[in-house]
């Protein structure tokens, strides 16, 4: 495994906390709520809305989500308003498009060379 940020191998209990850190996004309901929720905050009912989840499914999602510091909710009269404003969550999704975009573009050229 490579070096982590100070150089050290991480400990078994970082590599258990990395390992839950990446099923958490593993999850498709979660990222699709990401990405919504990255473009502008949103409450429940519009996440139904957009989704087609459930509320109690969206409510399990997001709280999983605002447990790991993800998303964050603030009250509007008797709505929840939640938003995906933690720079990690912007990071992580041009990290991951970026590598995807890349591996695309190298299996079109394998493809156009063939």
Do not use: K, N, W
């Not at 078994?12 to 309901?29: G, K, T, Y």
């Not at 989840?53 to 509007?76: K, P």
């Not at 990290?95 to 890349?102: A, K, N, S, T």
């Not at 299996?107 to 063939?114: C, D, E, I, N, S």
């Amino acid at each position: 495994m490579g070096a982590f940020v100070d150089g050290a191998r991480p400990s078994p209990e970082l590599m258990e906390e990395i390992s839950r850190f990446f099923r958490l996004l593993s999850e498709p309901a979660r990222l699709q709520l990401l990405c919504l929720l990255r473009s502008e905050p949103l409450d429940v009912s519009s996440l139904i809305q957009a989704t087609g989840f459930s509320q109690s499914h969206i409510s399990r999602q997001l709280g999983q989500l605002q447990r790991a510091g993800l998303v964050s909710c603030e009250r509007d009269g008797s709505r929840l308003i939640y938003s995906a404003d933690d720079e990690l969550v912007e990071e992580l999704c041009a990290l991951v498009q970026g590598r995807l975009r890349q591996r695309l573009e190298a299996q079109l050229l394998q493809l156009q060379a063939a």
